[in-house]
């Protein structure tokens, strides 16, 4: 579902890990820093993957509450006011 993001995620994460074995000669340091990449791309995944499901759910809560509202019958509503109003006219 979030193939496009975890594509540029892993596109990323490729690029720091080739930057790394390029110009970090020490391996300690480089085993490291690419421990650090790997972990930066998980968090970078599960934010996506928090964040698209809770857009989905407010998404799915906003349309279930305006379709609820659009079965409202506003012509019962509008009838009893043009009747109060008919009755309140007469009344003059």
Sequence with gaps: MFNAYET???AV???KKTAIATFVRNDTV???LTKW???EAAVAKNII???VETA???GTEVT???QEAA???LSKGFATWAQDVQKTTKAK
Aim: aromatic share 0%; net charge negative.
């Design 64 to 66: 279930k509450a305006v």
């Design 71 to 73: 079965k409202v019958d």
């Design 37 to 39: 990449t790997d972990t």
């Design 49 to 51: 993957k928090a964040s």
């Design 30 to 32: 480089a085993d490291s």
């Design 8 to 10: 540029v995620i892993d």
């Design 13 to 15: 994460t490729a690029a």
């Design 56 to 58: 989905t759910v407010i």
